[in-house]
């Protein structure tokens, strides 16, 4: 079974401009999460898809983040325009339908690193 | 308000040495999940154990121990007989439980992460 992949591994792009980030999670998880890591620091949540829905983005930093997950399978998230604080190591992690009983644990993706000039 | 603590940043061992490391949390919440994992230099994160709140055994796995205590809030990580293998980041994170709040997402809180470096 493919486990979580995330497409680029490393993006390079200047202050001002546009990268897009694409996470595929394990086929059949209802469940999809984008962290980021800036810089040595902790990792912290971004939002929560469960299928095509957003069920939390309260860590978005602003509205220059944007994700989605049409059809409830891969997401996208866009920077537009990247400012240079939005560099970091971008997480992706996906789990099973999560039932009132318990957590699943998350199985996450190797990153996107992101560098912004 | 959730928070992780993993106190030490780095440690050095010489292959063979137990290591601890060490991880306190902090939540309101009378049932959560506490989570270890393990970053190699590869990068991708992987996970090693998930404990409930209400499950205070300790767990061994391998050369792997957990040790889970509610009076302290931590949750402490031993690897026996250390290997170079083993040199990684370890994240310790904290998740609150789905029945608690219809808008728990079961987001990880991490602490900042130990470099666990291991010597020949």
């Known amino acids: 079974e493919a486990g979580v992949t995330q497409f680029p591994s490393h993006s390079v792009i200047e202050k001002g401009q546009t990268v897009t980030l694409r996470c595929d999670p394990i086929s059949g998880h209802d469940n999809l999460y984008w962290y980021r890591r800036v810089m040595g620091k902790e990792i912290k949540f971004l939002l929560h898809f469960v299928k095509e829905s957003k069920q939390d983005e309260s860590g978005m930093p602003n509205n220059r983040f944007l994700a989605e997950r049409t059809g409830g399978t891969y997401s996208t998230l866009k920077v537009q325009p990247a400012e240079l604080e939005d560099s970091g190591v971008y997480f992706c992690?996906?789990?099973?339908?999560?039932?009132?009983?318990?957590?699943?644990?998350?199985?996450f993706g190797p990153g996107t690193r992101l560098t912004v000039l | 308000a959730q928070k992780v603590t993993q106190a030490q940043t780095e440690i050095s061992v010489v292959e063979k040495e137990d290591v601890t490391l060490d991880c306190v949390y902090e939540?309101?919440?009378?049932?959560?999940?506490l989570f270890w994992y393990k970053q190699p230099p590869s990068g991708e994160l992987v996970f090693l154990i998930r404990r409930n709140s209400f499950d205070e055994q300790n767990e061994i796995s391998g050369r792997y121990s957990w040790n889970f205590q509610k009076s302290t809030s931590s949750f402490n990580f031993t690897i026996t007989a250390s290997q170079v293998v083993d040199s990684a980041v370890y994240f310790c994170?904290?998740?609150?439980?789905?029945?608690?709040?219809?808008?728990?997402?079961?987001?990880?809180?991490f602490g900042q992460g130990t470099t666990l470096q291991v010597k020949p």
């Open positions: 994170a904290l998740s609150e439980a789905p029945h608690l709040s219809s808008s728990n997402t079961g987001k990880l809180i």
């Open positions: 992690a996906s789990s099973p339908f999560t039932s009132s009983t318990g957590i699943n644990e998350q199985f």
């Open positions: 939540t309101r919440d009378t049932t959560y999940y």
